[in-house]
């Protein structure tokens, strides 16, 4: 197993066995850690299989950092001892909240950019760097709604929230562009303005045109149902131009291809990485 | 903690379960298209979690009728856990009680064995007992002994309902049986080398296992069982529980 993290691929149950035999150079892939928190059965005993070849990455959806409550203790407690069972390369979470009053709300819910907010989160996530005893990669939401409660630019309050908490990034360049698209802003200069050094992971998606909407006008949403449009692969190539190699991932998690067609799209990033590499 | 946020949070969820907010700064969200992808995607993956969870009752009842009646559970009981393998607790008592399922009274329970699967799926790995080790004890120290079932084990018995039967057929889809019986039925479930099996299981086995689950001994938990099914054959039985590896091991002897 190579130490090196280049482009991965979430990972899916239909795809066990091909991940489980995929011998590609740094190669790893991703999980998000809610399907994985049970006690004991044959879904552990799967990841623990392809962690027996391939480096893994937690990519949590629940942790509802910007909640109005610190982080739940026992989630965070089972989220620990996957930590340790599966001593994941990459550990990350989302800029958003799910969580109130001990219900779930399986979304990732819109964060007002505040600085009373800003404090919240990065006490939050210095908790639970603390308690999982790993440093955590934020990642930059996906936006469909106009707030004008920010006091902060979603960059700067990702900045801020590195100095505070010692976190790091996770860039993932279709949510920037969609949200770019959704609420009107500059996707290169979004991406321009990220601390190069806090980035520690890059995801790729595709994305759809909101039903009955034409594409001028119509909400872009985050469906990880396509392949990566080729507007994305514009703005990643800008990104490790600027920042150098980051391990990079393609997420899809609907309308679901044969692996051979997830690894084409993957093999695409690892080439530009490598090419970036050479650059260096 | 920051009061503002909290309400703000408090009045998007309210929203979207449709509960519309007097605050004109929500106002001004919710009436963007943007907020219904918030409202179908919390919805949505409700449904989705207890569809995945509840396969059989799709099958019986139908895709359609199924996402309706789960919406309005996933409405009225959001998930508590962030694990959404876990979530539906309540559903099978939510079908008991729903009056459009009046027709399907065995819909309830069905769908307890769904979760009956699920729990033993997600269960802790716990080896099974050795039943050489209950061989060498003798008959007295063997009737104070408590068995507890494994992590891994479930078991329900449907008093008036083929619900058994039903749930099997679905399940594997396969046929059902042109004869129901209606007089009660029950079934073990058990995961072994990652597969959940199940068998059918007595009144007698139900309550013989309620008993070791809530600690009695031996001697207790057999003398209920025959109480419950007085043709009980009670090493018949301990076989057939030691064999589907129902207990856990060690066991504990109660003096």
């Given at each position: 197993m190579k130490a090196t993290l280049g482009a991965g691929l979430g990972l899916k149950p239909q795809h066990f066995d091909d991940a489980l035999h995929c011998t590609q150079d740094e190669m790893w892939f991703e999980v998000h850690p809610e399907n994985y928190l049970m006690a004991g059965g044959p879904r552990l005993a799967w990841l623990d299989a392809v962690r027996s070849r391939h480096p893994l990455s937690l990519h949590g959806?629940?942790?509802?950092?910007?909640?109005?409550?610190?982080?739940d203790a026992q989630h965070l407690g089972r989220l620990a001892g996957l930590i340790r069972r599966v001593e994941p390369a990459l550990v990350s979470e989302h800029l958003a909240w799910s969580t109130l009053d001990r219900r779930y709300y399986p979304d990732l819910l819109p964060v007002p950019r505040t600085s009373a907010v800003l404090a919240r989160v990065a006490d939050n996530i210095q908790r639970a760097q603390n308690q999982l005893q790993h440093r955590i990669a934020i990642e930059n939401p996906s936006h469909y709604l106009r707030m004008d409660n920010h006091d902060w630019s979603e960059t700067d309050f990702l900045d801020e929230l590195v100095r505070r908490s010692g976190c790091g990034l996770l860039v993932d360049i279709n949510n920037v562009y969609v949200s770019a698209h959704n609420i009107g802003y500059d996707a290169r200069t979004y991406l321009d303005n990220l601390p190069a050094e806090a980035i520690l992971e890059i995801h790729l998606a595709g994305h759809s045109i909101d039903a009955g909407e034409d594409s001028e006008t119509g909400l872009l949403i985050d469906s990880h149902d396509a392949p990566v449009n080729d507007a994305v692969w514009t703005l990643y190539r800008h990104l490790i131009e600027r920042i150098g190699e980051r391990p990079t991932l393609i997420e899809r998690d609907d309308k679901i291809p044969d692996f051979a067609e997830l690894m084409a799209e993957r093999d695409r990033a690892q080439e530009l990485l490598s090419t970036q590499g050479a650059l260096k | 903690m920051n009061g503002v946020a909290d309400t703000f949070q408090r009045d998007f969820i309210r929203a979207i379960y449709g509960i519309d907010s007097e605050d004109s700064a929500l106002s001004a969200l919710t009436t963007q298209p943007g907020f219904k992808v918030y409202r179908n995607t919390v919805l949505k993956a409700c449904v989705d979690a207890l569809a995945a969870n509840y396969p059989t009752i799709v099958r019986l009842v139908g895709e359609e009728w199924f996402r309706s009646a789960a919406l309005i559970h996933a409405c009225a009981e959001p998930p508590e856990s962030v694990c959404l393998i876990e979530y539906g607790r309540g559903f099978a008592d939510f079908l008991s009680m729903f009056g459009p399922a009046a027709d399907l009274p065995y819909l309830g329970d069905v769908a307890r064995l769904d979760r009956c699967w699920t729990e033993c799926h997600i269960a802790a790995d716990e080896a099974a007992l050795d039943a050489s080790m209950l061989a060498e004890l003798s008959e007295v120290d063997l009737l104070q002994s408590a068995l507890r079932p494994r992590s891994g084990v479930r078991w329900h018995w449907s008093p008036s309902q083929a619900a058994y039967s039903i749930w099997q057929a679905n399940r594997t889809q396969g046929a059902l049986a042109e004869e129901l019986d209606w007089s009660g039925e029950g079934v073990l479930l058990n995961r072994i080398d990652g597969h959940v099996e199940w068998q059918a299981a007595s009144r007698g086995m139900c309550v013989f296992l309620d008993a070791c689950v809530a600690g009695q001994d031996l001697q207790s938990a057999t003398a209920k069982a025959v109480q419950a099914?007085?043709?009980?054959?009670v090493a018949r039985l301990l076989g057939t529980l030691i064999n589907a590896e129902a207990f856990a091991s060690p066991f504990i002897t109660t003096q």
């Open positions: 959806v629940s942790l509802s950092l910007a909640g109005a409550a610190p982080p | 099914e007085p043709e009980l054959d």
